[in-house]
RNA sequence: GCGGGUGUGGUGAAAUUGGUAGACACGCUAGACUUAGGAUCUAGUGCUUUGCGGCAUGGGGGUUCGAGUCCCUCCACCCGCACCA
């Protein structure tokens, strides 16, 4: 259907450019001739031209998207025209989530929309004429190529990094050096206070072993924050969060933690960062990697709690004797090792499974396990919340101490003592679980008295230790696991309520709402590692718990936020600037000296940050440390539409499908061992029970085998009867988006290969993608993830380069630009943009593809809604004028323009070239229909060069003229060199220099037309192939032609007309031979009239002549 | 808030290395041809001024013989911020 606003045309001439008639025709002539099939092996040099891959969307193609593909497309039709073999794929990243919640909506199974919107993308790109090879398409919900997105997680689970040689290692060389020299040399990313001898290590059990190689693992399970919402059921993306609320129907949500997949990108932070200065990326692109990458230097420092300050309510009866959370320093670290080591040497599977449940804040408090108190070893221990659980001991060696002497003991220390049995644990884990839960909910969290004794300190990360004796106070991340321990009971409800109110506050809020000071005081104080001053420590939510320790200190003197702070609060502020510090404002700049610091006083900032660091390393209260922003990146969506993991679990311990399970299980029971994990089918999308994905409902999938089993309890096998690998359940979770398209560009490469994901031979002469262009919306996401992959396959040996995109190239957004009508309140009378100030109005939208420019097609509009059928109109000048805004192009602000249209009324080519007129690829800027009417005029002048429209082709064999030839190789010189640089739409302008001048000089030669009909093949390929076949009836394609050389010969000047300025104001033209001296140059100038008289008489003071650019007199 | 981007006629823009600001188009005005025009062609079109000229690249300041371009500063708008892809 025809847009509203564009009428019909009238009947065309015979010969008249016909281009629905010659898009037609050509596309099928050259899908039949299969041009498009690019070889894996060629003779030529090789580029790799790739677009972003796209999600195809319900709403289909708008003119914005096609932006980036076009360009790409003359990019990579002008390369093939220059004798390169050129590979230009496409695919669809076809997982996502607007199709899973598209199915909740309506039934619709994922796979069938999807299956269907692809169709539709599919037609509405080859509508505008792309050169793909669509014999190498690839969907990531295809089996045939998620099978491959399971294989390298696989490699990534399989995988560790070595800091030693910065690089990716199979975790099977990793148990060969903990068998030879345990842990010492490869410290755990996971937690670095884990530490083993090889002895160590051969005694663990394999349940252990896992556990620690999960640690390491590129791949690998931890706990995270998901929005939750009860009454969905479900786990929301933050994108469905709205103002604390879901999106959809507006229930609360809250965080919730969760098991999750990782993937330990930031492993390759550094190799991220510093590999960037090689890729031809824009500077911008670049910084915004490096931003998020976050590297800083600096320093942790540690801040020791003071045991007497403040003083306390009710005295302090007997202090507790426990060695506080991390024992005392000197005493009791090797102690604690010693008793560490001789637990995980005899742990249970039911500890082991139990401890699944409590470590890293699951329930929302801090669980040690085998923890020194007093003269016991407890199983579990919540210090903050003075809870401990112990399992069954039988198993126990060394510590099995009567049980009741045990926990009346530990009571009298101010615990309560929770017991479970083996089989509790094992076979009734949930109900344990809310036990847990329930007892925490009574504990009251951590009373004060004694326990913010010992040696507990605060670690915080500092990029400016020379700042230290600057520190007033320090600011811990509200959720820091100490609040609670260190709260005294004075500010223990101002914290509880500040904790409240930073709860339903999302990140983004907290960074970004910097005027409003807010924060609490916790009323216990720190001690300064130099001054031994105390320092008061508060919690804040500008301090976040991800970033650094998730605790700063303060120097008000030096940072704004902190005298923001400082100042709402009326801490008193240290000055450590001496004069540069005013009192109203932090001194940030890092120039200057430091004062009133102690042994730092006098130094400047890079000295004394390292005399800082120096003297906090010597007394062991901080040491040298490098962070970064950049988080490990989340791996699980709870979802169903997305690539299932290739991961089983044996009794809750996660194996890849390709590992060999025995003697538990025979490798392949269960059909486990072989890749894909197809997902199955499913007939509702409804999220599985406690935050699970869908996937979780169907058990039959799920349960490879269950504990009751009857086929299995009848007979039991020895492991069985220890209580032990009993269930063997599939991963629920399913991957994100992003997996897929991590990946994909290496599967175009060799997109049919079934028994790798790319064949070496095919990576290998591919290699990297040459030009990549998209949007840049993609900057810290995919393009960060696809090459952390694309590193971790070169570091395994799977591909020869560990950068995918050599180049980049950002394309802008299309905006849209839509349309509105005013109604007069109260009626349905419409009045015209340009009175509409005259009555009270409201402003409603109105389709742009109704309104011609500004003026409304009142029939249409008429038609458009039934409440609009009577509408009446005041119009101005005879028409309705529509009132305009720019915003972004979709479809509820009914301004998004179909491609399909323009294609129907003026035809591929002229989508083509005037999508690339609009402006720099590189610039966003707004769509507007109107402006495509002299792009089509150009094609059609062009064609007049060609053809006759009454009588027919009239090339001729005439000898160019110098005139000709000069506006010819100066158009061939600037389409190479704009392609080049990709000034796409300086090449469309140079074309209608080059048509308007050929015009005018009435030429129809061969010889100045053939090579421009080559030349513009890359733009209009349709109407280029149309003229170099019937018109100037070459046999083979213009698609293989050789791109036109010029010849500098044909367009050399011999004279320069120059601009004569008096004193910077252009006030003459003067002409000269291209070699004039200036002495000449000079002499006439000086002479001439018009120069002469804007000299006022004066004398020159200065002539400036620069050579072929202009002249200026200076006076 | 942090990070990134963009500001030039009524509109999209050009000016590639600091050298005649507004190329090329849209729109608009007038005209030609025409049964007709949304085809085609011609002329005009930054603002201001009768003219000479003056003023103009978001605002202000600076460097320079010369600044849209380099530097400082302020403003406006757009994009991203870790589960949309």
Known sequence: MLPFGIPKRYPLQPMEYNFTDIEKRWKANWNEKEVYKVPNFSEKPKCYILDMFPYPSGAGLHVGHPLGYIASDIYARYKRLKGFNVLHPMGFDAFGLPAEQYALETGQHPADTTEKNIARYREQLDNIGFCYDWSREVRTSDPKYYKWTQWIFLQLFHSWYDREQHRARPITELVEIFDISGNTAHVCP????????????????????????????????????????????????????????????????????????????????????????NLEWSEAMKEMQRNWIG?????????????????????????????????????????????????????????????????????????????????????????????????????????????????????????????????????????????????????????????????????????????????????????????????????????????????????????????????????????????????????????????????????????????????????????????????????????????????????????????????????????????????????????????????????????????????????????????????????????????????????????????????????????????????????????????????????????????????????????????????TEHAVGHLLYSRMWTKALFDLGHIGFDEPFRKLLNQGMIQGSSRFAYRINGTNTFISFGKRKEQPVTEVRVDVNIVDGQELDIEAFRKWRPEYANAEFILEDGKYICGAEVEKMSKSKYNVVNPDDIVKEYGADTFRMYEMFLGPIDVSKPWDTKGIEGVHRFLKKCWRLFADEKTGWLVTDEAATEAELRILHKTLKKIGDDIERFSFNTCVSQFMICVNELTGLNCHKRAILEPLIIALTPFAPHMAEEIWQNGLKNSSTVLDAAFPVYEDIFIAENSVKYPVAVNGKTRAEMEFPIDAAQADVEQAVLGDAAVQKWMEGKTPKKFIFVKGKMINVVV
Request: hydrophobic residues 35%; negative net charge.
């Open 190 to 277: 996971g937690d670095d206070t884990i530490s083993f001898s090889a002895d160590e290590w051969k005694t663990y059990s394999e349940i252990q072993q896992r556990e620690v190689l999960m640690q390491y693992r590129l791949a690998y399970q931890d706990f995270a924050q998901v929005w939750w919402c009860e009454a969905l059921g479900t786990v929301l993306a933050n994108d469905e969060v709205v103002n604390g609320v879901s999106e959809r129907g507006g229930h609360p949500v809250e965080r919730k933690r969760m098991r999750q997949w990782f993937l330990r990108i930031t492993e390759y932070a550094d190799r991220l960062l510093t590999s960037l200065d």
């Open 295 to 775: 590297k800083s230097s600096g320093a942790e420092v540690k801040f020791y709690l003071s045991p007497t300050l403040p003083k306390r309510e009710g005295g302090v009866s007997q202090p507790r004797e426990v060695e506080g959370w991390q024992t005392a320093e000197n005493r009791s670290y090797g102690d604690l090792k010693q008793f560490k080591q001789e637990l995980t040497r005899n742990p249970t599977a039911t500890e082991e499974h139990l401890w699944n449940f409590l470590r890293r804040d699951q329930l929302g408090a801090k669980f040690r396990r085998q923890h020194i108190i007093g003269s016991f070893i407890v199983d579990f221990v919540s210090l903050s919340h003075n809870l401990i659980i112990e399992v069954d001991g039988e198993i126990h060696k060394g510590q099995v101490v009567e049980d009741n002497a045990r926990t009346e003991n530990l009571e009298e220390r101010g615990f309560n003592v929770m017991r479970f049995s083996n089989h509790e644990v094992l076979h009734d884990t949930e109900k344990v679980i809310k036990k847990i839960k329930q007892q925490l909910g009574l504990q009251p969290t951590s009373s004060p008295s004694g326990r913010s004794g010992g040696a507990a300190h605060i670690t915080v990360f500092t990029t400016r230790p020379d700042t230290i004796f600057g520190v007033d106070f320090l600011v811990l991340a509200p959720e820091h696991e100490l609040v609670d321990a260190i709260t005294t009971p004075e500010q223990k409800n101002a914290i509880d309520e500040y904790r409240t109110y930073v709860k339903s506050r999302s990140e983004r809020e907290r960074m970004s709402e910097v005027k409003q000071v807010t924060g609490c005081f916790t009323g216990a104080y720190a001690i300064h590692p130099f001054t031994h001053n105390p320092v008061p420590v508060w919690i804040a939510e500008y301090v976040l718990a991800g970033y650094g320790t998730g605790a700063i200190m303060a120097v008000p003197s030096g940072d704004e936020r902190d005298h923001a702070f400082a100042k709402h609060f009326n801490i008193p502020i240290t000055n450590i600037f001496g004069e540069q510090y005013t009192g109203n404002e932090a001194y940030s700049s890092k120039t200057g000296k430091i004062h009133n610091s102690g042994f730092l006083t006098g130094m400047s900032v890079a000295d004394a940050t390292e005399a800082a660091i120096g003297a906090l390393e010597k007394i062991e209260a901080g040491k040298r440390r490098t962070n970064y922003r950049l988080r490990d990146a989340g791996f699980s969506r709870q979802r169903y539409w997305g690539e299932p993991f290739p991961i089983v679990y044996v009794d809750d311990v996660p194996y890849g499908t390709d590992e060999d399970l025995s003697p538990t299980l025979s490798k392949g029971e269960g059909g486990v061992s072989s890749l894909p994990v197809e997902l199955p089918y499913v007939k509702s999308y409804k999220p599985g029970p406690e935050g699970q994905g869908p996937l979780a409902n169907l058990t039959d999938w799920v349960n490879i085998r269950t504990t009751d089993d009857s086929a299995h309890s009848a007979s039991p096998s020895p492991s069985e009867r220890a209580g032990e690998r009993l269930s063997i359940k599939r991963e629920t979770n399913t991957m994100p988006g992003y997996a897929g398209s991590s990946w994909y560009f290496l599967r175009y490469m060799d997109p049919h290969n079934d028994s790798e994901f790319a064949s070496k031979a095919a990576t290998d002469y591919w290699n990297q993608v040459d030009l990549y262009i998209g949007g």
